[in-house]
């Protein structure tokens, strides 16, 4: 898409409009932002060992993703885009893209703080704009999105507000109360069901939720890889992590919700 931005990027030093000269982005106090080689923006600003999801985590997503278990999730939100026909979308936590890059929208922005992860869909998707910033603060106008998506991360609720238009979309995916069930089954010996409690946000009105739930045979290599995109993988002890060892394949679960959420500005 080359450097074209349709919803207007701000300064994060003056929140003043961003408007590319070459390959940086300049504000009018001259404070200048340069674009990566990979196509991506670093819009943030601490200089803090925050880099969002670790290398490792990243690149065992990227594998399992790529396998396409999750191909009926990005479709079933690839549905309800088109519905809306939508022209701005923002994906909060992007990660490398794999969702974004399907998305038929005139103009989508990604925003994540793993810069490989950055790297990586910035390379691999041309249709979009990726952003090195926090979810919780954006360098977005107001009211500029129809559609913001965050799947398998926190709500930035303040920001989702700030950024949708009157009568916008916010998309949020968690997971269902049996995703992953037979991996916890495997891990733990008090396995837990996973929370479906609703999560309210000022100023937006729930009005749908769509649930979709798959089971595919996974081998141990997947079993693998899908275990270390998880949050579970940094909650496992070794001990019980060698479990996983035992196991040559196994049906998994796979449940999301779908939270629709209606912009009542």
């Not at 700030?162 to 089954?185: A, C, M, N, T």
Request: hydrophobic share 35%; aromatic share 12%.
């Amino acid at each position: 898409m080359g450097y074209n931005i349709f919803m207007k990027l701000l300064c994060p030093i003056c929140n003043q409009n961003l408007q590319i000269k070459e390959k940086a982005y300049i504000c009018p106090n001259r404070h200048n932002f340069d674009i990566a080689k990979e196509g991506y923006i670093n819009l943030y600003l601490k200089n803090s060992s925050i880099s969002g999801d670790s290398k490792e985590s990243i690149q065992a997503r990227t594998n399992f993703l790529n396998k396409n278990y999750y191909l009926f999730l990005r479709d079933e939100l690839s549905k309800i885009i088109n519905k809306y026909q939508a022209n701005n979308l923002i994906d909060l936590a992007c990660g490398e893209g794999w969702y974004t890059r399907s998305y038929k929208c005139k103009n989508k922005i990604g925003i994540d703080l793993a810069k490989n992860a950055l790297k990586y869909a910035s390379k691999n998707d041309k249709s979009s704009q990726y952003i090195l910033s926090s979810i919780f603060h954006t360098p977005l106008e107001d009211h500029c999105a129809d559609i913001v998506i965050t799947c398998f991360a926190p709500v930035a609720k303040e920001e989702i507000v700030r950024l949708l238009k009157p009568d916008g979309h916010f998309l949020l995916v968690k997971p269902g109360k049996y995703h992953l069930q037979e991996l916890r089954d495997i891990l733990y010996d008090t396995p837990y069901n996973n929370n479906e409690e609703d999560i309210e946000i000022p100023h937006l009105n729930k009005i749908n939720d769509i649930r979709i739930t798959r089971q595919y045979n996974l081998k141990k290599e997947e079993l693998k890889e899908l275990f270390q995109m998880t949050p579970y993988y940094y909650k496992t002890s070794n001990k019980d992590k060698e479990k996983l060892n035992d196991i040559d394949n196994i049906d998994i679960t796979f449940s999301f919700i779908i939270s629709d959420y209606l912009s009542l500005f």
